[in-house]
């Protein structure tokens, strides 16, 4: 469900976040596996947008683009998006 709705879904080089909500949410938070292993993905939208990822952050670490990488995929991963 995750995948369509709040725009979770696997890719090829890794956990592609790009979530389509609606604008007057704050923020959610879902935990999803992925390769067996445990996410926590926390998402802010402090400026009540639909969509578009400003920035990401997974276990601390400022990523590019909207692909959580495999390589820094760990047994309890934070992934941190903040949208447009």
């Given at each position: ?13 890794g ?45 601390g ?24």
């Amino acid at each position: 469900m995750s995948q369509y709705i709040l725009g979770i879904r696997p890719d090829y080089d890794g956990l592609m976040v790009d979530p389509v909500i609606p604008a007057t949410w704050d923020s959610f938070i879902v935990t999803r596996r992925f390769q067996g292993k445990e996410m926590e993905i926390r998402v802010t939208n402090p400026s009540h947008v639909s969509s578009g990822v400003r920035s990401m952050e997974v276990n601390g670490r400022a990523v590019e683009g909207n692909i959580v990488p495999v390589g820094l995929i760990v047994p309890r991963t934070l992934v941190e998006v903040e949208l447009k």
